[in-house]
C-alpha cells in the first residue's frame, strides 16, 4: 500500500495536479437505480480512496454515439488512465476507440460494465447478480402465504437479466415448494405507465400474488404493491427508502471495490489483458441489502444462513437447487450445480424458464395513447379564421378603392406601395388557417415562411416609402429640382429586404427542418400534444425576430426624421411611429406569453391568431382611415386635400408636386 501511494504522488508530480483520471459514462440520470450504484461508486474513489488526488469526470444519459466518441476522444487526447463505460451499450463504441487509442500508442485503459469483448486495454465486468436475486426469490418464498410471485423485467433479451429472473423464481420455489413466478417483460428499461399497467394485469391474472419483484430501472412496481398492501423485492439501490418497509429487501450492485481494481490495475502497471472480471457476492460485488423490519426474525435467520452458505460453500450457489435437474438442460458439477461457465449457454433466456416453477405472459400491451391538437372545426379556431377572411376582404375592398378611387391622399402616399402593403396584410392573414390541424412539418416550415414574407412586405413597404417622403423634402431646400427616385429602385430595395429575410429561412429549411413529436403537457393528463419541433429553435427564432427588430428600429428612427414635414398629405410619422408602437408592445407581450408559459392549445392558438390579425387588421387601420376620413371630409367640404396649406409653407412645393408625379 505504501508503495502505490508513492507510485501516485510521483505520478502526481511529473503529469498533473491529478494522480488518477477516470471518466465514465451512464446511460441515464443517476437518480434512477442502476446508474445511482454506479455513482456510488465513483464516489468510494473520489471520496474514500484517492480523495483531491483524482479527476472522476461523468455524463449523464450519454446514449448517442456522436454524444459517446466526442466525450471519449476528449478524455484520451487529456491522457486519462481510465474509461469506464458503465453499460453494454458503449461496448461497440468503446471496443472501436481502444483499439485505435492503442495504435496511438496512448496509455489510457478502457473498461465496460457487463460487457462481452476484450482487448489488450480493454477489460469488461460479468456479474454474478443471479446470486442475490435468488436470495431475493428465497425471501420472497418465505414470505409468501399463497406460492405466487409477481415478476416484472425490463428486456427480455438480456442475458444476465434472464439468468437473475430464472434464479429468483427458482429460489422462490426452494423456499416455498410448489411456488410459482409469474413473468411478464415491458422491454424497456423505464415507461411508468405500461409498468404499472403490466403490474396490474399480473395480478388480474394471478389475483392470489402476494409477491412482486423487478428489474427495471424504477419503483412504480414496489409503490404498486405497498398500495395493494402486498410485500416487494428490489434492485440495484436500496427501494426501501423510497417506498418503505413494504419492500423486503433489494439487490444492489457495489462498484467502489471493482472501481478500486480497474485503476489500480491501470496505474500499477499490472493490467492484464484481454482480462474479464467476474463479480459475485464472493467478490463483494453484489450484495442483499438491509431487511425489512416486517421481515420476522426467524426468515431473516434463514436468509443471513443461505447467504453465509452461498458465500463458503459451492453446493449450495444460486444453481444448486435439489430439482436443479428438471429446471435446465444444462450439465451439473459433481455439487449437483450448473456452474457458471454454462449460465450464458443454459440459463439466460425466456426458452430457459422452468416450466413448472415459471410462465412467461404475453406482453401487456397500452391502449393507443391519443394524440391532440387544434382542429379546424373548434369553435376558436372558427372565430379566428372568420376574423382573418373579414380582414382579407377588406384589403380587397381597399384594393378596389385604390386602383378606382381618384383620391390624393392615396396619390400622395405611393399607390404601387400601398397595394403592396395590402397584398403583404393578406399573406399575414393566411398564417392564420396554417395553425390549426393535425401538425405537419412541411406545413409548420410554412407558416414561417408566410409570416416572414408578410412581415418583409408590409413594413419594408412602409419603410421605403416613408423614406422617400422623407428623402424628397429633406433635399428640395438644398436643390432646385427635387430628387427622382426611381419606382423600381424602390421595389429593389424591397427585393433585398425579401431576399435578407429568405436566406434566414433557406437556411434554417436545409438544415434544420422541423418533425412533428408528441409530447406530454400537464393541461392534457392522458394524452399526447403532437407540435412540430426544430432542433435549434431558440437560434433560429433569435435570428428571425431580431430581424424583425430592425424594421422597427428603422422605422422609428424614419418616423422621429419625417415629423416635420409640413404639408399634412405627405406627413404619415405618425401613423408610421403608432404603427411601429403597436408591434413592438402587441408583438412583444404576445411572443413573451408564448416563449414562457406552457398554455393549452386552445390560448397557444388564439395568441398567435391575436398576433396575426390584431397586428394586420390595426396596421392597415392606423394607415388607411385617416385618409379615407380625409377623403370623406374634403368631400364634404367640397375641397381636395391638394389644396391644403400649412400654416408655415405654400400651398404647394416642387417636392409635392414632384412626388405627386412619381
Not at 157 to 184: E, N, R, V
Not at 314 to 324: G, I, N, R, T, W
Request: hydrophobic share 45%; charged share 15%; with cysteine.
Amino acid at each position: 500500500m505504501l508503495g502505490l501511494l508513492f507510485f501516485l504522488s510521483f505520478v502526481s508530480l511529473a503529469r498533473s495536479e491529478y494522480a488518477v483520471r477516470i471518466g465514465l459514462l451512464y446511460n441515464g440520470e443517476i437518480a434512477d437505480g442502476w446508474n445511482y450504484a454506479v455513482e456510488l461508486g465513483r464516489a468510494h474513489l473520489q471520496d474514500d480512496v484517492y480523495v483531491a488526488d483524482i479527476l472522476a469526470e461523468y455524463h449523464e444519459s450519454v446514449l448517442n454515439e456522436t454524444d459517446m466518441d466526442r466525450i471519449i476522444s476528449d478524455w484520451v487526447d487529456r491522457d486519462f488512465d481510465v474509461v469506464i463505460g458503465t453499460s453494454w451499450e458503449y461496448q461497440t463504441t468503446i471496443t472501436r476507440i481502444a483499439a485505435e487509442t492503442l495504435k496511438e500508442g496512448k496509455n489510457t485503459k478502457f473498461a465496460v460494465l457487463t460487457g462481452w469483448e476484450t482487448g489488450p486495454n480493454l477489460m469488461v465486468t460479468v456479474s454474478k447478480l443471479y446470486q442475490v436475486k435468488y436470495l431475493l426469490g428465497y425471501l420472497g418464498g418465505l414470505m409468501s402465504k399463497s406460492g405466487k410471485q409477481c415478476y416484472i423485467g425490463a428486456v427480455r433479451d438480456d442475458p444476465s437479466l434472464m439468468a437473475g429472473a430464472i434464479a429468483q423464481a427458482i429460489g422462490f420455489a426452494d423456499a416455498h415448494p410448489g411456488g410459482h413466478t409469474a413473468m411478464y417483460f415491458i422491454n424497456m428499461w423505464t415507461n411508468d405507465t405500461l409498468e404499472r399497467a403490466t403490474a396490474e394485469q399480473c395480478l388480474i391474472d394471478n389475483p392470489d400474488t402476494d409477491i412482486f419483484t423487478t428489474h427495471t430501472d424504477s419503483v412504480v412496481t414496489q409503490l404498486f404493491a405497498r398500495e395493494k398492501g402486498l410485500y416487494s423485492t428490489g434492485i440495484s439501490s436500496d427501494m426501501r427508502f423510497r417506498v418503505g418497509e413494504s419492500v423486503l429487501s433489494s439487490g444492489i450492485f457495489k462498484w467502489g471495490p471493482v472501481f478500486e481494481e480497474i485503476v489500480n490495475m491501470a496505474l500499477t502497471n499490472t493490467w492484464i489483458e484481454n482480462f474479464t472480471s467476474v463479480i459475485g457476492m464472493q467478490e463483494g460485488g453484489v450484495a442483499l441489502t438491509t431487511l425489512s423490519n416486517f421481515v420476522p426474525q426467524e426468515v431473516a435467520e434463514k436468509i443471513y444462513e443461505r447467504r453465509d452458505l452461498m458465500l463458503t460453500d459451492p453446493a449450495y450457489d444460486a444453481f444448486c437447487s435439489p430439482q436443479m435437474s428438471l429446471y435446465t438442460a444444462a450439465p451439473l458439477n459433481e455439487y449437483n450445480c450448473v456452474s457458471h461457465e454454462f449460465v450464458p449457454e443454459y440459463i439466460s433466456s425466456v426458452d430457459h424458464v422452468p416450466a413448472g416453477i415459471a410462465t412467461v405472459y404475453p406482453d401487456v400491451e397500452l391502449p393507443a395513447t391519443p394524440v391532440v391538437w387544434l382542429s379546424y372545426d373548434s369553435g376558436i379556431a372558427i372565430a379566428f379564421m372568420i376574423i382573418a377572411a373579414f380582414g382579407m376582404v377588406i384589403c380587397i375592398v381597399l384594393i378596389g378603392l385604390i386602383m378606382t378611387w381618384k383620391n390624393n391622399y392615396f396619390k400622395a402616399s405611393s399607390r404601387d406601395f400601398l397595394v403592396v402593403i395590402l397584398v403583404g396584410t393578406i399573406i399575414s392573414q393566411i398564417a392564420v388557417f396554417l395553425i390549426p390541424g393535425e401538425p405537419e412539418a412541411f406545413q409548420c416550415q410554412a407558416f414561417m415562411w408566410v409570416t416572414g414574407t408578410a412581415f418583409v412586405i408590409v413594413y419594408g413597404s412602409i419603410l421605403i416609402k416613408s423614406f422617400r417622403i422623407w428623402f424628397i423634402f429633406n433635399k428640395v431646400d438644398q436643390l432646385r429640382t427635387p430628387p427622382h427616385i426611381p419606382r423600381y429602385a424602390l421595389f429593389l430595395v424591397l427585393f433585398s429586404m425579401l431576399l435578407a429575410i429568405y436566406i434566414i429561412l433557406i437556411v434554417w429549411t436545409a438544415v434544420d427542418f422541423p418533425e412533428v413529436v408528441l409530447t406530454e403537457n400537464v393541461l392534457y393528463p392522458g394524452s399526447l400534444v403532437a407540435s412540430c419541433h426544430w432542433v435549434h429553435y431558440e437560434a433560429w427564432m433569435g435570428a428571425f425576430l431580431g430581424f424583425m427588430g430592425l424594421f422597427v428600429v428603422v422605422g422609428s428612427v424614419i418616423s422621429w426624421m419625417s415629423r416635420k414635414i409640413n404639408i399634412e398629405l405627405y406627413n404619415e410619422s405618425k401613423e408610421l411611429g403608432l404603427m411601429m408602437y403597436n408591434l413592438l408592445v402587441v408583438g412583444t407581450i404576445l411572443v413573451s406569453l408564448l416563449q414562457t408559459i406552457e398554455l393549452g392549445l386552445e390560448a397557444q392558438f388564439a395568441l398567435q391568431a391575436v398576433l396575426l390579425t390584431w397586428i394586420g387588421i390595426s396596421g392597415i387601420a392606423i394607415l388607411f382611415v385617416p385618409k379615407i376620413y380625409g377623403k370623406i371630409r374634403d368631400e364634404k367640404k367640397g375641397t381636395d386635400r391638394s389644396s391644403s396649406t400649412s400654416s408655415k409653407k405654400p400651398t404647394t412645393s416642387p417636392a409635392s408636386s414632384k412626388i405627386s408625379s412619381q
